[in-house]
């Protein structure tokens, strides 16, 4: 896979309060990926992040409401695995330790060459790409990178929703969704019914196999680990 293409796979989320920053940043970088998404400060990224589970996150430390470093912090905690590229004016050594301790996987002062970051992300895209192949009980396979479930080398074709849904209850062993959990991921600004969830499960077990998505009473949706 080249960069190019490995780029082109990813998306990204890139939380900046100066809007004139953000939107050069789009304008310079944001036709490379996949997606590109803009967010105004830490509240608005860790929604962002809830919504549209993003491959890695650019964020700047100092916003209204929640920083960078905070919102790192938060997204750090729910997805481990998740990159988190930090753009700040600071230099000094205080800044430099807390972003080490939110996950900060890479730090670029401003102001900063838009093409040095991008040939960053060029390399981490590719590695992404990589490390992205979960293994999971009864033969199937999950490409967090491709988006791509097989079972026993078989492909399974997925709508957004099942992408979602999927990659949510693999974010860590033993993630659990109930009903309204579903709903508030899949439907964020419909008011679906009971019935819609049971439909929707019953047409991915359909093209999945039951054996994929189990259900706990009192718990959820879950998918058994390796």
């Known amino acids: 896979m080249t960069r190019t293409q490995a780029l082109k796979r990813l998306k990204v989320l890139f939380v900046e309060d100066e809007r004139s920053l953000a939107e050069m940043m789009e304008r310079a970088i944001g036709r490379h990926f996949g997606e590109f998404r803009l967010a105004v400060d830490g509240v608005e990224g860790l929604e962002a992040f809830r919504r549209y589970a993003p491959d890695l996150v650019i964020t700047d430390i100092t916003m209204p409401q929640m920083d960078g470093l905070e919102m790192g912090r938060r997204i750090h905690e729910r997805s481990p695995e998740t990159p988190l590229i930090v753009l700040s004016a600071y230099s000094d050594k205080e800044k430099l330790l807390s972003a080490i301790d939110a996950g900060v996987s890479k730090y670029f ?118």
């Open 109 to 226: 002062i401003k102001p900063f060459d838009p093409e040095e970051l991008l040939e960053y992300l060029a390399t981490l895209a590719v590695r992404l790409a990589a490390r992205q192949v979960v293994s999971l009980r009864h033969g199937y396979r999950y490409d967090r990178y491709h988006r791509r479930l097989t079972r026993d080398g078989e492909p399974i074709p997925l709508n957004a929703r099942e992408v979602r849904f999927i990659e949510t209850l693999l974010e860590e062993p033993g993630n659990f969704l109930d009903t309204p959990a579903i709903k508030s991921l899949l439907w964020p600004d419909e008011e679906p019914t009971d019935d819609a969830v049971r439909v929707f499960i019953r047409r991915l077990r359909g093209k999945a196999g039951r054996e994929l998505i189990r259900n706990r009473a009192g718990e959820g949706y879950y998918i058994e680990p390796q």
